[in-house]
């Protein structure tokens, strides 16, 4: 008889890259902030919880769909996932001002994958909004396309500043098929190759949905 215990892969390090999403999040300036009441409570007539929450999609990290710039864009239930899932880079740009340029991320671009996530803050700001956000500057993320990649992340709220009416670099993620995630928590993550799992939710009519990213060691 074989009693020896089967032997089970090396587990892999993960990240949570989630912001946490609970009342007093900060939203972008207008947006529905996240709230929740209860519907039930356990009690000797109840044998449950039952929240009721109200929220925008873009509350804390989350995926934008097509459909958040573009009027006849697809909404975030109709977009294929493909892009969500696979290998990785987290580069750092830290402090770099108010756009990243090609130069705070050209030491990292060789050989990459079809996901990019810039880290732009030392510490996120989770519990705060932040009116002078680090954004895209819209050649980088030409040029970031120009490479293959499909998918791109920040840690900002946003990739276009704040007080833009015109969006520049989502209308280069529109043209050029692109993905975005943002509200990303990249604090305590190097900079190097990952696995990044960040699935949005199947909101067959919403513009956006929210995310629990995270980023899995490479095997």
């Not at 044998?47 to 459909?67: K, Q, Y």
């Not at 987290?90 to 770099?96: D, E, F, K, L, N």
């Not at 989502?170 to 604090?187: A, G, T």
């Not at 305590?188 to 060691?217: H, N």
Request: aromatic share 6%; with cysteine.
């Amino acid at each position: 008889m074989n009693s020896s215990k089967p032997v089970h892969p090396r587990q892999r390090r993960i990240w949570d890259i989630s912001a946490p999403v609970r009342v007093g999040t900060p939203v972008f300036p207008g947006d529905t902030e996240y709230a929740q009441e209860w519907n039930a409570t356990i009690s000797p007539n109840c044998p449950v919880n039952v929240a009721t929450i109200t929220l925008s999609p873009h509350v804390g990290s989350h995926a934008d769909a097509p459909l958040h710039y573009d009027p006849n864009g697809a909404t975030i239930g109709d977009v294929p996932l493909e892009a969500y899932i696979g290998p990785c880079r987290v580069i750092h740009a830290i402090g770099c001002g108010p756009l990243i340029q090609w130069e705070h991320i050209a030491h990292a671009v060789a050989d990459l994958p079809e996901r990019v996530l810039v880290r732009t803050y030392r510490n996120m700001p989770v519990d705060r909004w932040d009116p002078e956000l680090t954004a895209y500057a819209p050649q980088t993320i030409e040029r970031l396309a120009d490479l293959g990649v499909k998918l791109i992340g920040i840690d900002s709220a946003s990739i276009d500043p704040a007080p833009s009416k015109t969006l520049d670099s989502h209308q280069v993620i529109r043209r050029r098929d692109m993905r975005v995630l943002e509200n990303l928590v990249l604090d305590e993550v190097e900079e190097g190759d990952y696995e990044l799992i960040a699935l949005p939710l199947k909101l067959v009519t919403a513009d956006a949905s929210p995310l629990r990213a995270i980023l899995r060691a490479c095997s």
